[in-house]
Structure formats: structure tokens, C-alpha cells
């Protein structure tokens, strides 16, 4: 253990007893009770605070309430403690609270004339109250309240401090009003679903409600917000009211958005090939967007980032990596493919994927993030290539959201590993049965795999045409339909560690399910002649072994009846 480890554990043991104390000896309290700190959420820059070393400023981006926040920086031996002297009356109760995120970040008194108190807590992603209480003593008149971090920790965070109980006579922030109506409400944009909306900020505000004829739909803390699952083709009246500790102002002047007409794009073809697109340099051909095989059908942007909000995801194209293709760039090609009658879709996940969508919250962070990235960049839906596990009820809570704000040209695939599919009882298998009126494809990856067992009961070693339709056969079998169930292979032997097989074996698996022909010892007990199709990893591993993969799999697909 590390010398700083031994001092925090140290430390915050002696946190505890102390509150512990503090606490045994806490009042009720009293209706007279005010808050005795002075620019409490710091919305007078550090007006009555002090902060050592310069480490503390105040931000607009991260704030719980109000406009502005603390944040204080730690800096070589400077913890970046932030104090202010607060008068408050003797043989009295206070109870002390803040909140914080960020770096670790400490609370507490001295000068109490008893037992002064802190507490603390590690980094948070979110913000997290801290609370103790202390008694002042027979002659104490004023104390000292302060924040820190830690050494060689992140900045930390704080707003909305309180020292609350008797009025200690040092005077208080004044009591908030009610704000004004907003000003400058607009329409910021329009989708066949949606109606983004703009306004002004109003002084002393803390958050704003908007309203869509009449009725309440969103709340909000910024100055902006998409109203969504709209009709399409449809007119509508928005109004917003500001809001603080005060109550609710007047409605603005109303706007009127309407959406656009339901975009009708070329629809899948019957029999589809997906590929995945790198977006990364890893020895494999590197190519834009635009050089993907025409072969391809749905190409599959990997990947999406997992960012510090748990269950949302963002997009970093690799512009270094692929030999400085710009953004800009991306999206004219991903336009271009959609003008070709292609889908592009962003995958999430991967080998190292480490997105996590496991409540409700994350379910809601994964919809809106993945949603925005479809209207940056055209996307016309996900890919569920999550390798590390999912959580069914709540990706299914996620997809569904995610469905109601695309509308239904939304295309969802999944990639899962043959163990996820062997039963209908494993998470994956159940996400992909609780949205199969919305999922298009599940394009399970026939590779990187040990034995499996069939759907016959038997046990199928990688590698050969019985391993494919055996196993295909407990998706096609257990509930999914034949046009969600496609074949993932690898497009070279360097595309997987294991479980490539030739593109003619990839075809006889296809005519075997969809035909009854070019079986191996296995051969299902009907024919699926809707099968979706196949998938492979990648259109970068295809194109560095001369399209061998898709110039043979992707006419076979193509031509299956």
C-alpha cells in the first residue's frame, strides 16, 4: 500500500469517529434555521471565499444548480482548499452539506469550540452530497468551513453549500425570486420525429419546463431541448417557463415547430451482406468509407467510445490512423454510401468495448447518445457487439428508447458470440427475442469460438459447413425470424484468431439453410429460405486479401431465392 493510500484510509478513519460524535450530539431543526454561508453555490465568482494557491475558479460545465460551480485544482503539495469564515451563534447546531464531483473531495469545519468535523468521498462521476454536523461552543462566534481535494488527484467540484441552523447575524444569500419568462424561444431544428428547441437564458434560473400545447414534457437545466417522439408531417405549439427554489415563471411567447415527412430511403434488399468497417489502423488495409466493397449492404462502423457517463457513447473518427480522413470527409461518404442504397450503422462494443448499460439511467444514456450520434453523422442505426456481457432488461430498455425516437427505418443489428446464442435463456439471446419487432439482423461471429453444441444436441467443432447450420438452426429454431439470422465469418485467416473457413464453405452453409442443398452430416429439418444473409469481419481484411471474401460470399448472398 502506498504511503498517500495508508494516510487517506488513516484519515478517513478518523472521519468516521468524528462524525460519529458530531452526530450523537445533533438537534433538531428549528423553523428560524437559515443558511449562514455566503455565495453558497458560487454564483458570485469567490466572493467571500478563499483558495489557496489560486486553485479554485468557478465553471458553467458542471453545475447542480444555478449558472456556476466551484472547481478547485490540487497542485504539487496545494490540496486546493477552498474556505470561508461563516458566523454562527454559540452552543448551537449546524449541519453541513455540499456537493461535489470530480476528484476526491472533502468537507469540514474548525474553529467550532468543540470537535470540528469533515467528511469525504473518491472521485464521483455525478454529484454526490456530502453531510455532517458540528456544535459550536460556549464563545464560538464564528468558524471556518472549508473544501479540498488530494494530492495528485483530478480537480474536484462544488455547489450549493449549506451551514444550516440558528442565524449567526453574518447576514445570508439574499432569497431567490421567481424569474422571468424566457425570451427568444425558437426552433432549432426538425426530424420526421422530433422538434429541437433554443432560448435565452433568464437571471436566476435553475432549470426550465416546456411545454407542447399546453402540457408539460421535458424539464431541462440548459437552454435547449428535443422534444421527441413526435408524428411526422405534424404541426406543434411549444412554450418554455423558467424555474428556481422560488417557483415557475410565466409561459413564453409559444412557437410553433412541425415535423418533417418520415424519410423513405431504400429499403434492405431481401438477402444482405454486412461488413464492418475499421476505424483504426491495425495491419489490415485501411480504407475511407467510400472504398468499402459495393458487395456490402450494411456496413458497420467500429466503433463507438464508451465516455466517463455510464451507458453513453460517442464518436472519434481515427483521422490520424486513416491517413488524415477528415470528418467532413466521413460524412459526405456516409451520404454517399445511403445514396448507393447502402446502411450505415455505428457498432458498440468490441473486443475492448467497455460500455455498460446495467439501469435504467445508463439505458437512457445509451438511447440519446446513440441517437445523437445518428443525426451528426447519418447513421442509420446500431450494431450490439457488446463482447463483455449485456444486461437484457436494460439494453432492451435502451433499444426500445432509441426505436422511439429513430422511428421505424431504425436498422439494429447484433453480433453476439456463439456462446450467447446456445440458449434462449442467455441475455443476449433474450434481448434479441424482446426486440425482435424492431431488430433487423443478428449476425452471430462463427469464429474465435470452441465447440458448440447444435441444435440437434450434438457437439460441432469451428471450421466446417455443420458448425454454421447446426448452430444457426437454435436462433432459427428458438424464435428469431429467418431475415434476422445472418452467418458472421471472418474475411482472412488474419481477420480471427480462429474459425475461418473459405468463402465456398460460407456459401454450402448458406445453400444448406436456405435450399437444402451443400449440406455437411448436419441438414436442418426445413429449408429458411428467407435467411438474411452474411456478415464478415472486415471490409479492411477483405480488401488486404484481394475482396477474396465478398467478390465470392456477396453474389451468393444476393442470389439466394
Known sequence: MSPQKRSIRLWAGAVTAALALSLTGAGQASAADVNNAKNAGFEAGLSNWTCSANS?????????????????????????????????KPNSTYALSAWVQGGYAYLGVTGTGTTDVSTWTPDSASWKQLTTSFTTGASTTSVTVYTHGWYGQPAYYADDLSVYGPDGGGGTDPAPTIPGAPAGLSVSGTTSSSVSLAWNTVAGATGYHVYRDGTKVAAVTGTSATVTGLAASTSYSFQVTATNSAGESVKSAAVTGRTTATPVGP???????????QNFNNGATVQKL???QSQYDIIAVAFADATSTPGAVTFNLDSVGLGGYTVDQFKADVKAK?????????????????????????????????????????FDGVDIDLENGLNATYMTQALRSLSSKAGSSLVI????QTIDMQSTSNSYFQTA??????????????????????????????????????????QLEGGLAPSQVGLGLPASTRGAGS????????????????????????KPSRTYPDLRGAMTWST????????????VVGPHVHGLP
Not at 429499403?267 to 468497417?277: D, E, F, N, Q
Not at 441444435?455 to 458448425?467: E, H, I, N, R
Request: aromatic letters at 8%.
Open 267 to 277: 429499403a434492405l434488399p431481401k438477402h444482405a451482406v454486412t461488413g464492418y468497417w
Open 290 to 292: 467510400a472504398d468499402v
Open 540 to 551: 479492411n481484411w477483405d480488401a488486404a486479401a484481394g475482396n477474396a471474401w465478398s467478390n
Open 56 to 88: 479554485g475558479t468557478t465553471v458553467t460545465s458542471p453545475v447542480r444548480t444555478g449558472t456556476t460551480a466551484l472547481k478547485a485544482t490540487p497542485a504539487g503539495q496545494d490540496n486546493a482548499r477552498c474556505t470561508q469564515t461563516v458566523a454562527v
Open 413 to 416: 443489428t447484433m453480433a453476439p
Open 499 to 522: 474459425g475461418y473457413v473459405s468463402p465456398s464453405v460460407v456459401n454450402n452453409a448458406l445453400d444448406c439453410l436456405a435450399r437444402g442443398t451443400n449440406c455437411g452430416s448436419f
Open 433 to 474: 427475442l424482446n426486440i425482435k419487432d424492431i431488430l433487423t439482423v443478428v449476425n452471430m461471429q462463427y469464429y474465435n469460438s470452441g465447440s458448440m453444441l447444435g441444435c440437434d444436441g450434438k457437439v460441432y467443432s469451428q471450421g466446417s459447413v455443420d458448425f454454421l447450420t447446426a448452430l444457426a438452426c437454435i
Open 338 to 378: 445511403q445514396a448507393a442504397g447502402k446502411k450505415v450503422i455505428v457498432s458498440v462494443g468490441g473486443e475492448r468495448g467497455t460500455v455498460a448499460v446495467n439501469d435504467s439511467a445508463s439505458a437512457a444514456n445509451f438511447a440519446n447518445s446513440v441517437y445523437s450520434l445518428m443525426q451528426t453523422y447519418g
